[in-house]
């Protein structure tokens, strides 16, 4: 029994050394490790994707981190609500650059680097970022790549080639497992109508995924693999310890809120919406004390179904008129994954809404432009 134990014992911290093994050289060369207290303050960081630089046709040029911002986040890590909160900044966003005069906001990385996308971030949100971490684009395809690819149902087909760029994009409709290569081509695809903004929305959705994925037992196994991955691809103004506290606060699983900088199509670009930006910040950015009792009545509902399921939405929009509601009808070429209410801003609206129909609700810039909240309908999940 002794000897058994002995060789369960040893098996056991062979197991553990050659999961952790990984993680041996990310941890030497960035000099942190998980703190056990996490973070002790908010902090408030852009992260962006530096787009890769050619050096010649379909040749990349070595990464130096100064390609055009390809997506911006605003990130704040917030461990008193144990919640992180990540508003996208549309590319076309255009701002005035201090040296540089107006340009859209992706300009400022090659124009400036990370400290003129900080200020950049800054005029724009009202936010100043105290951090930055940019992204090759090559952390995608191996992070994902080291997941064993990460699941995302498609909604339309998406179909693109750029030689020169070395993009090849064809995508067919449905559930699927994504891998490197495969997400890449999703999360980059914006020649539909919404452009860049249908792009951040499906983004969004691959924020969602990629959390489960993590926080799988599968991905929990593969994550010293996929922190080794995408290490050499990041580069960051962050320390030691904020990099340590940060580990340590991401292994308390916070929740994660998406939000999309609220807007419209506009002047060649993506015009903020400084009223609807107003009550996200509140609430998620310490920028003031969040609204208090909402009401129902009058908002508008974008209802999103699918193919076959017209009398299902047909219910649903005589329950949501019986709230007081105004009701878009907004169908869809997939099914949505799940029932479930959106919402781009507080959250206040989606929770009464969820709460009255008795559905799951939830905060994200994957919302209908123009609607208030949505509700996606999916028939096997009933309200």
Known sequence: MRRLFLGLFFFFIAALAFWAYPLLGPAVRQGA????????APLTLVVYGSS???AGYHKRAPERFRGLADTIL???????????????VPRDVWVDLPGFGWHKVNAASPLGGPE????AVARITGVRPERYVVVSLEALRALVDALGGVRVCVDKPMRYVDTAAGLRIDLKPGC??????????????????????????????????LKD?????????????????????????????ER???????????????????????GGGWEVDRGGLRSPLETYFGQGAPAGEVFLEGRLVALVYGPGQEALAERARERLRQLGLRVLLH?????????????????????????????????SGEAVLGADLTLRLNPDQPM
Not at 331 to 358: I, K
């Open 33 to 40: 490790l998980p703190s056990r207290e996490g973070l002790k």
């Open 52 to 54: 890769p630089e050619y």
């Open 74 to 88: 605003l990130v704040r890590l917030d461990p008193q609500a144990n919640r992180v909160v990540v508003l996208s």
């Open 116 to 119: 003129l996308v900080k200020e």
């Open 176 to 209: 699927q497992l994504l891998k490197g290569e495969e997400a890449e081509g999703y999360l980059r695809f914006r020649k539909d109508a919404l452009g860049d903004i249908g792009r951040i929305q499906r983004q969004q959705a691959f924020f969602h995924a």
């Open 213 to 241: 994925q993590l926080l799988s037992p599968a991905g929990l196994l593969r994550l010293p693999r996929a922190v080794a991955a995408v290490e050499p691809y990041i580069q960051t103004d962050l320390t030691r310890e």
């Open 244 to 266: 340590g506290a940060i580990l340590g606060f991401a292994m308390k699983r916070p929740e994660l809120v998406s939000l999309l900088l609220p807007g419209r199509f506009g």
């Open 331 to 363: 169908p869809v070429d997939l099914p949505p994954s799940r029932t479930e209410v959106l919402e781009n801003g507080p959250g206040l609206l989606a929770r009464a809404l969820g709460e009255a129909l008795g559905v799951p609700y939830r905060v």
